[in-house]
């Protein structure tokens, strides 16, 4: 019979990061709050820890990031204006985000790394598992991964990461995982991690993407935790531990992700996300793509 392993409820999402690689857009605004069509990214994020049964969500928050926790707020003047014309449309689409989850917040403090801010969760979430959703990652709700990593960690205990293929000349912009086939297709068993390899070095090519699903155990080891690459706390390295000795914290999986994706942490990458999810729309794609179309004529 499979082993059973405590049903997971909290996520924690570190929105700590300076966005440098936005400015002057993140001078004054955050740059979880950067819209994506008409809904700032952090709220894709939000949104995909509760779909997948955890709504108890804690924020790693920094200076300046007194927006966050306003947008996930209520907004008591504006619904009641909205109320007033009449938008009910728009007045729900307001009161979404207050209702979406128990939210919870703490300032990291000094930018020490995602190791150090995964550690600062440590007292909300005590001795239990929890899921880690970074916010520069939106994956595509048709496409659950968060709630298949759960899945297995319920089966397996220990930590989950989510690893995706990508081609060798782009490894050394991620962590990356040496990793056994197991019994499941999208499931691999997780022996060696290494933070932002060159190619000539890298295990393979299965990349970690901004979900994890950790034992709390973790928690120890990232106190123990020498800054590593760039001078930060890489909780890369604190999972090497796990996956060296599952004795403490279990064994380390990955589940390998083929599914739609969407990387706004790069400008690039964030335009091509609004349109990817713009041209989806019901309510916008048919005129977008119409108008697209005719555009990328016109430009060729």
């Not at 973790?218 to 996956?243: C, K, S, V």
């Not at 060296?244 to 992700?257: A, I, L, S, T």
């Not at 706004?264 to 019901?282: F, H, M, S």
Request: proline share 6%; glycine share 8%.
């Amino acid at each position: 019979m499979t082993e059973s392993h405590p049903r997971i409820s909290k996520a924690v999402i570190p929105a700590a990061g300076l966005g440098t690689r936005f400015l002057p857009a993140t001078k004054a605004t955050p740059k979880e709050m950067l819209p994506v069509v008409d809904k700032p990214a952090i709220q894709y994020v939000v949104e995909e820890a509760v779909s997948a049964g955890l709504d108890d969500v804690l924020m790693i928050t920094g200076r300046n990031k007194r927006p966050l926790e306003d947008h996930f707020d209520r907004n008591y003047e504006l619904e009641s204006a909205l109320q007033k014309k009449g938008d009910a449309a728009r007045l729900a689409k307001v009161q979404e985000s207050s209702d979406l989850a128990t939210m919870h917040y703490v300032r990291q403090g000094d930018p020490k790394g995602l190791g150090h801010a995964v550690l600062c969760a440590a007292p909300h979430v005590g001795h239990e598992p929890f899921a880690v959703l970074l916010g520069d990652d939106l994956i595509d709700p048709r496409d659950p991964l968060l709630q298949r990593m759960v899945e297995v960690q319920e089966q397996h205990g220990g930590s989950v990461i989510a690893l995706m293929e990508v081609a060798p000349e782009q490894i050394h912009m991620y962590g990356c995982a040496a990793v056994e086939a197991t019994d499941d297709g999208d499931v691999v068993k997780v022996t060696g991690l290494v933070e932002k390899p060159e190619a000539a070095d890298a295990p393979s090519n299965y990349a970690i993407i901004g979900r994890y699903v950790l034992d709390p155990h973790i928690f120890g080891i990232l106190r123990e935790t020498e800054p590593g690459r760039g001078g930060e706390i890489q909780l890369t390295d604190a999972l090497q531990q796990l996956a060296d000795d599952e004795k403490v914290g279990g064994p380390v999986h990955g589940v390998v992700f083929k599914g739609r994706r969407y990387d706004t942490g790069d400008r690039g990458d964030y335009l091509r996300a609004i349109v990817r999810l713009a041209c989806e729309r019901e309510d916008l794609g048919p005129d977008f793509r119409t108008w697209l179309r005719s555009y990328v004529a016109e430009e060729m």
